[in-house]
């Protein structure tokens, strides 16, 4: 395999420093590798015979009675549909008054410049309010609890019972229009996943050739795990146990809705081993899928899985250079959404957007991830309120160099609830 990046030495040395830690490393692991192909070829067909059927979906007013069968097919699929949670004519409503907003501020910027449907806006009314919303809140808590620790340990600080905001931006995207920045990619941590002690601790089970003993739920490690070593652009700071968005419109399959593969523990065990593997035959070859062409190698820096970005490194899956995951087919649509559904997917899922928009409407979401009270992230919070009071953007984001002012951003008043403004890191009136 012959990679066009110049990979850092240092990324041997990683590699080799990971191994070193397991006895036996290089038979361990690639028995452990041949398994994992295995598990994937099955599951990647399960996956594509069911189609967008195969995403968890519940009402909102169901949530609780799901019983521990079904919440364990959410935690493996890493994603889920939740119907109901606002009003469809609140949550429509909210589109309205950012199309009136961006109509009040003909400056707002965005992407693409020519066409803008990704708004780099995070304090409207309208998100403040969602943000805000009892039900969202109440969501955020669910899903939150889904994650664990081994031990059952209290863990100072930490409380999956208190939701955190952590403001992100919106999009409007258009019907018709070809869509080609969201390939496959994930959220997280790139090469520090790797690097970062704690993320290791979190892989430990994976990287120590046990990835059937993985746990993408567990806390302990993911916890103080440092996602942004480098510095890049946007990286977030925070821990977010999902990404989420929450519909402001109709969509379905083929109209610029979400994909995800719809197996986190599967992904992540390839996506982390991936590099310690390469091919003996050419990636397009028609035998590539065989364990059989795959062989350990840590003898060079090549990290498949992350490219260069800015600063730092993104991680990118893809098509050529993860061909187990088989990208084209298994990239699965979320079902149909109303206004008001809540689409979560867990922050290391793989996920993409579609290309193309072959609806006849606007397909409109907020970015509204679910973030529990960890150290980290109340730390942030408290940040991110001054940054709201301000009316200037949250500290993940890149400042405003324009200074731009805007007309109808939301306001102290507007975050009514206490457990509104404790998720919003705002002080609580005292009876």
């Not at 079904?70 to 699929?77: H, S």
């Not at 939740?82 to 949550?91: D, F, L, P, R, T």
């Not at 090469?191 to 002690?197: A, L, Q, Y």
């Not at 990208?327 to 290391?348: A, E, Q, R």
Request: contains cysteine; aromatic residues 10%.
């Amino acid at each position: 395999m012959v990679s066009t990046i110049n990979w850092p030495e240092r990324f041997a040395d990683l590699k080799r420093e990971i191994v070193a830690a397991t006895p036996d490393y290089e038979r361990r692991l690639t028995e452990s590798w041949n398994d994992l192909l295995q598990e994937l070829d099955e599951r990647t067909t399960e996956i594509v015979d069911e189609g967008p059927n195969y995403i968890p979906q519940v009402h909102f007013q169901y949530l609780d009675t799901l019983v521990p069968e079904q919440l364990d097919d959410i935690r493996r699929k890493g994603s889920i549909v939740i119907h109901g949670v606002v009003e469809e004519v609140e949550a429509a409503s909210w589109k309205t008054a950012l199309e009136d907003f961006i109509k009040a501020n003909p400056h707002v910027e965005g992407f693409p410049e020519q066409d803008k449907q990704l708004f780099f806006l995070y304090w409207t009314q309208a998100q403040v309010q969602a943000r805000a919303h009892p039900n969202v809140l109440k969501v955020s808590t669910w899903i939150n609890n889904l994650y664990r620790t081994k031990t059952g340990k209290k863990m100072e600080g930490v409380d999956l019972d208190v939701p955190l905001v952590y403001a992100d931006r919106f999009s409007i995207g258009h019907p018709g229009v070809q869509w080609d920045v969201h390939p496959p990619h994930v959220d997280g941590s790139s090469i520090e996943s790797w690097e970062d002690n704690n993320f290791r601790k979190y892989f430990a089970d994976i990287l120590s050739g046990n990835w059937r003993q993985h746990d993408p739920y567990e806390l302990e490690g993911r916890l103080d795990a440092h996602a942004s070593l480098h510095g890049r652009p946007g990286q977030a700071t925070v821990f977010r146990t999902f990404q989420g968005w929450l519909a402001m419109s109709r969509t379905a399959p083929t109209q610029g809705t979400l994909k995800v593969f719809p197996d986190v523990p599967l992904s992540n065990a390839y996506t982390i081993l991936r590099p310690f593997f390469r091919p003996t035959v050419p990636l397009d070859s028609k035998d590539i899928l065989d364990p059989k062409n795959w062989v350990f190698d840590i003898s060079t820096p090549d990290f498949p899985g992350i490219q260069p970005r800015d600063s730092g490194w993104c991680p990118r899956p893809t098509p050529d250079l993860h061909p187990h995951l088989r990208l084209h087919d298994t990239m699965t649509s979320v079902p149909k959404v109303n206004p008001g559904d809540l689409i979560f997917w867990h922050c290391d899922v793989v996920h993409s957007v579609e290309q193309e928009h072959s609806g006849s409407c606007d397909f409109a979401v907020m970015y509204v991830p679910a973030v529990p009270q960890t150290p980290q992230n109340t730390a942030y919070v408290k940040k991110q309120a001054e940054t709201f009071l301000a009316g200037t953007n949250p500290p993940d984001f890149a400042s405003d160099e324009k200074g731009f002012s805007y007309v109808g951003l939301g306001v102290d008043a507007d975050v009514v609830q206490p457990i509104s403004r404790i998720a919003m890191g705002l002080p609580v009136a005292v009876a």
